[in-house]
């Protein structure tokens, strides 16, 4: 099961372009509401999520994604649940996505030590000994990162890649009529 974690202040498009692209592509995944069902977007948007945080299971995480926006990286790094479960990811080596403002939680955790990895310019300071790249998508290891919300359909793309490989990958990319 993938992840999607949604705060309220969270980058719209890039909560929902990833869980559409992944949809498209047959995979499994359950938006996590902070706290609520119902999350406000950065944009005013509400989101209607499929579960909130106090019904995850850990153990049924196979790949964990964290939007971007402000507050809500604050908001998402500020929860205990969605800590529990980006650490539960990076001790099983399993998918991580983090877009925008996002990759600054993985940073904060020592998470991008070593690795490259990209993110809303102004937020690679908190990378610790991780090196920014300035790239649209970043992929190290497990972890993809994404620049920011023009970056969100390049980002949700990579997941799948990585989930389902690069067939379904074109195959979805060739459906939804992406310009080559």
């Known amino acids: 099961m993938v992840y999607v974690f949604l705060a309220d202040g969270c980058e719209e498009v890039e909560a929902i372009t990833p869980v559409d692209i992944l949809r498209r592509g047959g ?3 359950t938006t996590v509401g902070v706290g609520s069902k119902s999350i406000t977007g950065s944009h ?3 989101i209607n999520t499929d579960i909130s945080t106090s019904d995850l299971v850990l153990e049924d995480i196979d790949a964990v994604v964290l939007p971007g926006g402000m507050p809500g990286t604050l908001n998402l790094e500020n929860d205990q649940t969605v800590q529990s479960a980006i650490k539960y990811a990076y001790n099983k080596k399993l998918l991580i996505g983090a877009i925008c403002a996002a990759p600054s939680i993985l940073g904060h955790m020592g998470y991008l030590d070593g690795k ?3 993110c809303y310019p102004g937020f690679e300071d908190s990378f610790g000994k991780g090196e920014y ?3 649209t998508v970043t992929q190290c ?3 993809v990162t994404g620049k920011g919300p023009g970056a969100a359909v390049c980002f949700g793309f990579a997941l799948l890649k990585n989930i389902k490989g690069e067939e379904i990958m074109n195959k979805v990319y060739g459906e939804m009529q992406c310009p080559k």
Do not use: C, F, L, P
């Open 27 to 29: 995979v499994t995944v």
């Open 141 to 143: 290891g497990n972890i």
């Open 116 to 118: 490259k990895a990209t």
């Open 44 to 46: 005013g948007i509400v």
């Open 133 to 135: 790249t300035g790239e």
